[in-house]
């Protein structure tokens, strides 16, 4: 067996196997290309000599041969929320099943998302996923220039050139309103992401709209920047104001977390009861009891898979046109919120907001 230990050792390739096996470098790449032909005691014989010298495939190399990579690349923020390394697990199990692999590529240190795709570009990825980043019109450009199929998950582009995945930001909002004002609030806030993010100006939107339909003024506003400690500094504002609210819908589930730890622990409320506060994802964390967060679900199973199916479709024919899916989810209802006296329903496993026709009157 070669000295594995030994620094200087070249790595082993094909040909080292092929000389040891006794058989030719074509029948080496046969036997470790899926579905090639060769006979058992070839196969025999060439698997011993690559598990004796420790030798692997070079899938780099084959790609280059093969013109073909079977990468994906995945433009995601930070893991820091719960919601993208649930969307990055299905979509690695996803492309798998598929034979793709997945390359990840963190926005974590950038607000812009354009210097981390001058990275992406230089790698023979066949498709790219971006997950709740932009693409600014130069990149869009570029990408129908050379082929790459391109979807937005979790966030949407006004181009109508560019596919795009996200739940129902207009409908989840709106069911949003409707069930705080069926809670008999009327002094309500929004903690917004992002002003840079079309997600978090969708639910605001959308929060506003319903609001002022029912009667009711914009809500407070303050910016949490998606993270729990910009939500805690964003919630601390509102509850120290001269009016403070009596509920809060956060752009999504971290910092709706943030906004219960400091309604409890520093000013004494009890969320459920003296305020309501909501959020948007559906993360697993919002079902803990000690949350027990009342939230707009996120369908990430459906939304991964109808990205899939674009980036697959699009692979498949560059000339398919691009698709802007929104797939719909629903308002789970816990204890962080007041539940109203009608409009909640029992699911087949927890208590869900039944959509109701906006009314012209609180």
């Not at 096996?21 to 090639?36: D, E, I, L, P």
């Not at 596919?163 to 207009?170: F, H, L």
């Amino acid at each position: 067996m070669a000295d594995s230990n030994d620094p200087l050792r070249h790595p082993v390739t094909a040909h080292d196997v092929a000389k040891m096996a006794g058989v030719s470098q074509s029948a080496v790449s046969r036997t470790f290309t899926k579905g090639a032909s060769v006979s058992p005691k070839t196969r025999q014989k060439v698997e011993a000599a690559a598990a004796t010298l420790g030798y692997r495939p070079n899938q780099w190399a084959r790609s280059l041969i093969k013109r073909r990579s079977n990468l994906i690349g995945v433009v995601a923020p930070s893991m820091e929320n719960p919601f993208y390394s649930a969307v990055l697990e299905a979509l690695s199990a996803a492309f798998e099943d598929l034979g793709y692999r997945v390359l990840l590529f963190s926005t974590a240190n950038h607000e812009d998302s354009d210097p981390v795709l001058e990275e992406v570009l230089g790698y023979r990825v066949e498709a790219l996923v971006l997950v709740s980043a932009s693409l600014s019109s130069r990149f869009a450009q570029e990408c129908r220039q050379t082929g790459l199929p391109v979807v937005l998950l979790n966030r949407r582009n006004d181009s109508s050139s560019i596919s795009s995945v996200t739940s129902d930001n207009a409908q989840g909002s709106l069911e949003i309103a409707q069930f705080l004002v069926a809670g008999g609030h009327r002094h309500l806030a929004f903690i917004a992401g992002k002003d840079s993010s079309s997600t978090s100006r969708d639910r605001e939107r959308s929060f506003v709209d319903a609001l002022q339909s029912l009667g009711h003024p914009a809500p407070q506003r303050e910016e949490g920047h998606y993270t729990f400690d910009g939500a805690m500094d964003a919630t601390r504002r509102l509850l120290s104001s001269a009016t403070p609210p009596d509920a809060i819908f956060c752009a999504n589930d971290i910092m709706a977390l943030g906004a219960i730890n400091v309604a409890r622990e520093e000013f004494g409320l009890r969320p459920g009861h003296d305020i309501s506060i909501v959020g948007f994802d559906d993360i697993a964390l919002a079902s803990w009891p000690v949350f027990a967060l009342t939230t707009y679900v996120q369908p990430v199973a459906a939304m991964v898979s109808r990205a899939v199916g674009i980036i697959c479709a699009q692979l498949e024919n560059p000339d398919t046109p691009a698709i802007q899916e929104v797939v719909r989810g629903q308002l789970i209802v816990r204890n962080s919120s007041k539940i109203p006296e009608s409009g909640v329903r029992q699911g087949p496993d927890c208590l869900v907001w039944q959509a109701q026709a906006p009314s012209s009157t609180p």
